[in-house]
């Protein structure tokens, strides 16, 4: 199976022959990321799909953000730009979990874990992470888990 870096670099290639502008930016401007991040570091090195992931994960998280502050600022047209680079970034993301889908992991691993109260926001968070991993921004999680350790039980 090819790695994603593989899968991006193919689709870069293709958008380019079919002359995609916003595709093409896109792609070179994640793989431009990817090799930032390979070479960062002591030595030079081969990033896992995992670690890529993430990357493409931080990038669309970037364009959200920006398209959301050129929004603000009254700038439809560079809102409208960052906005469709995200939308190339998203697939090649998973599907991100649904709010109820988020409350549902929050609650569960609550009441495994036994927590109750703010202080316990760090070992709920813990058990978390492994499960939403790339599926879910960790501010809308936090948010999720914070709603409901303050929730008299």
């Known amino acids: 199976m090819p790695g994603l870096k593989?899968?991006?670099?193919?689709?870069?290639?293709?958008?380019?022959?079919?002359?995609?502008?916003?595709?093409?930016?896109?792609?070179?401007?994640?793989?431009?990321?990817?090799?930032?991040?390979?070479?960062?570091?002591?030595?030079?090195?081969?990033?896992?799909?995992?670690?890529?992931?993430?990357?493409?994960?931080?990038?669309?998280?970037?364009?959200?953000?920006?398209?959301?502050?050129?929004?603000e600022a009254g700038r439809d047209e560079q809102a409208a730009a960052e906005r469709a680079e995200d939308a190339v970034l998203s697939d090649y993301l998973p599907v991100q979990l649904s709010d109820?889908?988020?409350?549902?992991?929050?609650?569960?691993?609550?009441?495994?874990?036994?927590?109750?109260g703010m202080p316990a926001m760090g070992q709920v968070m813990k058990a978390i992470t492994p499960q939403i991993a790339g599926r879910a921004e960790g501010s809308r999680v936090a948010a999720e888990v914070r709603r409901q350790l303050a929730q008299p039980r």
């Open 100 to 116: 109820a889908e988020i409350t549902e992991i929050v609650a569960t691993v609550i009441a495994d874990t036994g927590a109750s």
């Open 6 to 71: 593989d899968r991006l670099r193919a689709d870069l290639t293709t958008s380019m022959k079919e002359r995609d502008e916003v595709r093409t930016r896109t792609l070179r401007m994640a793989l431009t990321s990817v090799s930032n991040e390979e070479v960062a570091g002591k030595s030079a090195r081969e990033l896992t799909d995992d670690e890529v992931l993430r990357i493409l994960a931080r990038e669309a998280k970037r364009r959200r953000e920006a398209a959301a502050a050129f929004q």
